[in-house]
């Protein structure tokens, strides 16, 4: 495999786990902004399929690869299995994926 088209795959990879990590740690959240995080992160996950307004949109605007089912097609990735994936994470997991566990401290507040 080229460098070029690991290197494209990471990103594509990086995108899904943010919309994961976006969606689970920002669904509660206080801040109106966070909340619409979230949103954005749920629709793009969960929503968009054959049929759904924004996918069929960006599928005739040529940008079917930034779908959710695109990304996960480019990668080779079956959607449900991350959707199924996806619904598992915890927040504080998310938050502290990482950190060696002498570093993990619980945030006093809801995040």
């Not at 740690?25 to 966070?34: A, M, Q, V």
């Not at 990735?77 to 990482?98: C, F, I, M, S």
């Amino acid at each position: 495999m080229a460098w070029e088209e690991m290197d494209w795959k990471l990103l594509l990879g990086d995108v899904v786990d943010r919309a994961i990590h976006d969606w689970v740690i920002y669904r509660g959240h206080s801040r109106i902004d966070k909340r619409r995080l979230a949103a954005d992160a749920y629709s793009w996950l969960f929503l968009e399929k054959p049929g759904n307004l924004i996918y069929e949109r960006n599928k005739a605007a040529g940008f079917e690869i930034l779908t959710f089912l695109g990304v996960c097609s480019a990668l080779g990735w079956d959607p449900e299995q991350v959707r199924n994936r996806a619904r598992t994470h915890r927040a504080q997991d998310l938050l502290y994926k990482g950190r060696p566990k002498q570093t993990r401290k619980l945030p006093s507040n809801r995040c």
